[in-house]
């Protein structure tokens, strides 16, 4: 196919570098635009372009160099949050904190960094395979890597943008990595319409309509169906300033703000939720009178609770962050995919110094086995995640196709009034889409939610108030592509198109 595409950039008279490398962060950090609370999904995919054409005249080196520049931008303006849990609430120094912020955006910008070098290492020719075959797969497989390298942190993943949008079709058949190779995908054919022949042009106009025609059919589907009858949820936000929330002074004042939220409730829900943590203090050690008349009221009113409380063994020093079921179902969910640093220290060995400078309670706990049996309440097995643990989809799918609901619970107070506690629920709201449940998300000072099996608000609450959200969800029953199969078909359709794309084509050979 002739492309008209330009020559490898050291073949070039007058190559100026300069100007698009400092332009390389301004794309990445408007990208965050694209996601919560300002969802303008479309931003993703013109990002994408842009990204390719800070990568089209350069050297290797250089397109790492600007690929890590744009993951400064996105990374930069997308998760600068950290910076307030570790200092605002872990009590870091300021310095100590802001270096291990920036260190965090560096390994995360590293990974557009890899995608600029391979890209054009492998195809050192712009034109269709890299910019439709390498390009989008070579940064879904880089995604990937990142969701669990080094325990994994996939936050602001491209395919967590099109919630809104047609792309969001996609999620319960391929994942929200499905989505993200779509978004790729998209922002290659966006720029071969831009810099290819006619014959490129026609061919990248039909794969976006195929991908965004596709997406918005697969979007009408029903996958899953109702299991019965609703239940009638009350999410209880607290709102426990986190400078107190572990205070033993105010133990007492806690427990009674969150009873009085409840007992009002219990007349009309089937089911409370509280959230993360909400029993600031181990299970074992609170008064058992607490437990004894919360469990008297949730039989006499037919209501069962779950709430977050640590638990732990101490005779074994093995603790737990868990929640409890009170009620028809009493029992335990420990939790499984540990927040690192903040829930335990990974290489403690090298990295014991971490805790002379964070202060951060209760962050020494043991995993929860994978394969815990369900808790029931509301009259249905439920699929219970706490915090981080909704950011990965495989542990999501590991309570279904059995729960026909999910519960998610968190403490966002650690992210202050920042762009996190929207970003984390956006992510929570894609595991719902994906899983074809409901889920109820349950948070200390917001944002809690009740969302509905295509990953719709259904009411929230609003930030640092102290508030209850009611209303109904409806479980549901059956088993979404997703589920069945997982990650592996998104990733091997990205590790076909990165092979398609770097092969060494006689066209994609410099001249």
């Known amino acids: 196919m002739n492309t008209n595409t330009p020559s490898p950039p050291s073949e070039r008279a007058g190559y100026r570098p300069s100007a698009r490398t400092a332009l390389a962060p301004l794309p990445g950090a408007a990208l965050v635009l694209a996601y919560a609370p300002f969802g303008v999904w479309p931003l993703t995919v013109l990002g994408f372009a842009l990204l390719l054409w800070l990568w089209d005249d350069a050297t290797p080196g250089r397109a790492a160099l600007r ?46 960094a890899a995608v600029g070098f391979l890209l054009v290492r492998l195809a050192p020719v712009p034109g269709p395979c890299r910019w ?10 880089l995604e990937w890597v990142r969701s669990w390298l080094f325990t994994g942190f996939p936050w602001l993943a491209l395919g967590y ?6 792309l969001a079709g996609l999620a319960p058949v391929t994942g929200m990595f499905g989505l993200s190779l779509a978004v790729a995908l998209s922002g290659g054919c966006l ?48 709102n426990i300033g986190q400078e107190r929330k572990f205070d033993p002074e105010i133990l007492a004042r806690t427990l009674a703000d969150y009873v009085d939220l409840s007992v009002a409730e219990t007349d009309s829900a089937d089911l409370v939720v509280w959230p993360e943590t909400a029993i600031p203090t181990f299970h074992d050690t609170l008064d058992p009178a ?24 101490w005779r074994n020093k093995v603790y737990h962050n868990s929640v409890v079921s009170i ?26 110094f971490f805790h002379r400078f964070v202060d951060i309670p209760m962050a020494d706990f043991t995993p929860g086995a994978a394969d815990q049996p369900l808790l029931r309440a509301g009259g249905y097995p439920v699929g219970i995640s706490i915090c981080f643990e909704a950011v990965f989809g495989s542990e999501i799918r590991r309570s279904l196709p059995e729960a026909a609901y999910l519960v998610n619970v968190s403490n966002d107070a650690w992210f202050g009034r920042s762009l996190a506690p929207y970003q984390h629920l956006e992510i929570a709201r894609m595991r719902a889409l994906e899983a074809g ?11 809690s939610a009740l969302v509905d099996h295509r990953g719709r608000i259904l009411q929230q609450s609003e930030w640092f108030v102290a508030a209850v959200v009611r209303g109904e969800i409806q479980p549901m029953q059956g088993v979404t592509p997703y589920v069945r199969l997982g990650n592996w078909p998104s990733l091997l359709l990205a590790a076909i198109l990165a092979v398609a794309g770097g092969w060494p084509w006689p066209a994609s050979r410099p001249r």
Do not use: C
Request: no cysteine; net charge positive; aromatic share 14%.
């Open 327 to 352: 009620g028809s179902y009493p029992g335990f969910y420990y939790k499984h995919r540990l927040l690192p640093f903040g829930e335990y220290l990974p290489l403690r060995s090298v990295l014991n």
């Open 191 to 238: 720029y071969s319409l831009w810099r290819g022949d006619n014959r490129l042009r026609g061919l990248a106009l039909v794969l976006l309509v195929l991908i965004w025609g596709g997406s918005w059919w697969l979007g009408q589907q029903q996958w899953v169906h109702p299991a019965g009858e609703p239940i009638r949820v009350a999410l209880v936000q607290g």
């Open 132 to 141: 439709l075959l390498l390009a989008p797969g070579l940064w879904l497989l």
């Open 67 to 112: 690929g890590g520049l744009f993951g400064l931008g996105l990374y930069g303006a997308g998760i600068y949050w950290v910076y307030i849990s570790l200092h605002h609430y872990g009590n870091a120094p300021p310095a100590f904190a802001a270096l291990a912020t920036f260190l965090l955006i560096l390994l995360m910008a590293a990974y557009p």
């Open 437 to 447: 449940r409901p889920m109820a998300r349950a948070t200390n000072t917001g944002v």
């Open 161 to 166: 943008s099109q919630i809104e949008g047609p």
């Open 290 to 313: 607490f437990f004894r008349r919360l469990e008297a009221h949730a039989r006499a009113t037919a209501t069962d609770f779950l709430a977050g409380v640590p638990s732990g063994d």
